[in-house]
Every structure is written in structure tokens, then in C-alpha cells.
């Protein structure tokens, strides 16, 4: 009996991270369609083998759109978690760290596996086992997600810290008669956090000819601090109207 539980636990853990496995592919881009199959519907009076094609088409349209739906789900997920990824300053791809939150539920559901096993050998029963596999699984599914939360608000804090400070400097900067572009340069020359990343980020947009106003709006997108955004409307604004 005993032998049973514990095979019966880990063919859950295993299938639990199997379906996390599955998932995390279904998120992968899938291949356009053939021409051919694009426009059959709309020349199916024209030719018989689009007649056809049309026709076979609409006969796997339930499957089709289930599909389509099922895998717009798990793009806004991944279009969720990419955003916070951003917001966090780090590089880590989406797909990265969906698989590093499946491996934290089956190391957290593995963990709960051995806290329950020595709970049940205690009491001389396993019967928790299963919810010690559940609540340990369920906790390293969601503690990426709470941790990455968490550095997003750490990050928001240092910026308005620092943009304190910096923009002090840029007021002194178009004091003694400096360019936009020239104040950034020399205020994010001087720091090393959130704010002064952002942008350096801006500056070699705008080295890459990108507009200035373009690159400040996309380093205020992906930063996603409101206090941030309402700053670099007003340096937008400043550049629009040619003003310091």
C-alpha cells in the first residue's frame, strides 16, 4: 500500500510537470498557413480544388478556432510576464522564465513529496502526502511570479529615488545652456540605477537615429513607472516645443 501511494504521488508530480512541459510549447509561434489555403475561400467558385480546400477547411473550423483561442491564452500570459520581465530590468526571456517556474512547482511539488512522506511515516499513515505534493507544488508554481513582482516595485522605488536627484541635474544642465540630448549624457554618466540605465538605453536609440521623443516614450514604456511617464512627457513636451 505504502509502495502504491508513493508511485501514485509521483506519476501526479511527473504529469503536473508534463503539462507545464506542454503548455510551455504551446506558447511557441506556429507556421502561417499555405497560400493556397488563405485565399481558397474566396476563389471556391472559380476552381474545384479550391472548392475543395475551402471545403475541408470549414470542416475543421471547430478544432481551428479552439485551437486559436487556447493559444491567444497563453500568449497574453507570456505577453503579461514579458511586460513585468521589462519593468524588472532583467534580460531573461519569457520562455526562460516560464520554464524556470516549472521547475520551481516540480522541485517544490518534490519537496512536499519528501515533507509528506516523513509527516506520513511519523503518524504511520500517508494520506497527507498528496496535499504536502499539492501545497508544495502550488508554492514554487507561484513563487517566480511573486518574486518577480516583487523586483518590479524594488526597481519603481530606486528610479523615483534617483530621478530625484537626476533631475536636479538636468535643471542645472539647462541652466548653463545644454541640449537635451547633451544633459542626458553627462546626468547618466554620473549614476548607475534604474533611471540612469533608462537612459543611457534612450541615448543609443537616439544614436541609432531614432527621434528623440520616440526613444524617451519607448524607455517610459518599458519602465512603466507613472511617475517616470509623466516626467518624460514633459521632457517630450520641452523637445516638441524647442523650449529647455
Do not use: K
Not at 28 to 54: E, K, N, Q, V
Not at 61 to 67: A, E, K, L, S, V
Amino acid at each position: 500500500m505504502v509502495r502504491m501511494t508513493i508511485g501514485l504521488v509521483a506519476v501526479l508530480c511527473g504529469l503536473g510537470l508534463g503539462v507545464g512541459t506542454w503548455l510551455m510549447w504551446q506558447s511557441a509561434r506556429l507556421p502561417r498557413r499555405a497560400m493556397s489555403l488563405r485565399i481558397a475561400p474566396y476563389i471556391s467558385d472559380l476552381s474545384a480544388d479550391a472548392h475543395h480546400l475551402a471545403t475541408n477547411l470549414q470542416q475543421n473550423i471547430g478544432t481551428t478556432w479552439r485551437g486559436r483561442v487556447r493559444r491567444s491564452r497563453i500568449a497574453h500570459v507570456n505577453t503579461g510576464v514579458t511586460d513585468l520581465i521589462r519593468r524588472s530590468g532583467s534580460s531573461v526571456e519569457a520562455t526562460e522564465w516560464q520554464l524556470r517556474r516549472v521547475l520551481f512547482a516540480a522541485g517544490g511539488a518534490l519537496a512536499g513529496l519528501f515533507a509528506g512522506g516523513a509527516y506520513g511515516f511519523a503518524i504511520q499513515s500517508l494520506s497527507p502526502t498528496f496535499g504536502f505534493v499539492v501545497l508544495g507544488g502550488a508554492a514554487g508554481w507561484a513563487m517566480p511570479l511573486w518574486s518577480l513582482h516583487r523586483r518590479v516595485r524594488l526597481r519603481a522605488r530606486q528610479l523615483e529615488e534617483e530621478m530625484t536627484a537626476a533631475l536636479e541635474m538636468l535643471s542645472l544642465c539647462a541652466s548653463a545652456g545644454e541640449d537635451l540630448v547633451s544633459a542626458l549624457t553627462r546626468v547618466s554618466a554620473l549614476g548607475a540605477g534604474p533611471f540612469s540605465v533608462s537612459m543611457r538605453d534612450a541615448l543609443s536609440q537616439i544614436a541609432l537615429g531614432i527621434p528623440v521623443t520616440t526613444a524617451l516614450e519607448n524607455c517610459a514604456r518599458n519602465a512603466g513607472v507613472p511617475s517616470f511617464t509623466r516626467v518624460i512627457e514633459h521632457l517630450t513636451a520641452t523637445v516638441e516645443r524647442g523650449t529647455p
